[in-house]
């Protein structure tokens, strides 16, 4: 990650924090830990298709709307569904958004918060 996008992350993350839309980092850590197998299960395929899903969905689609992606290598799916969008005081726009993914027998499902750099790219803050 670009010095650049390591200071938007940190920004964004402090004044989503202060909004008290994400908890602390060890909140966020100790609710990631739990989820941690499902998600450190996915391949980089599996990465990488989430990863273009994310951004199309956030991008593009309304909240309650589902984006999919299933790697037919793998087996693995997920889904991302924006739950809202917002605007914060630094001037961009955030989305709170579910992510479920299915690897193997297992499935999970996060919620977390994305913001719009000024690339246009959706990064997820606090994870």
Not at 18 to 28: R, V
Request: proline fraction near 2%; glycine fraction near 10%.
């Amino acid at each position: 990650m670009t010095p650049a996008r390591r200071a938007f992350r940190a920004n964004v993350a402090g004044s989503l924090i202060a909004l008290g839309l994400i908890g602390s980092s060890l909140q966020a850590t100790r609710l990631l830990a739990a989820r941690h197998d499902v998600f450190e299960g996915l391949n980089t395929a599996d990465r990488q298709l989430a990863e273009n899903t994310k951004q199309e969905t956030l991008e593009s689609r309304r909240s309650g709307d589902l984006g999919h992606w299933r790697n037919d290598l793998s087996g693995n799916s997920g889904t991302f569904m924006p739950l809202r969008t917002f605007k914060i005081k630094t001037g961009h726009f955030c989305r709170g958004y579910r992510e479920s993914a299915i690897a193997g027998n297992e499935m999970a499902s996060r919620d977390l918060t994305a913001c719009r750099d000024l690339d246009g790219v959706w990064m997820t803050i606090g994870k």
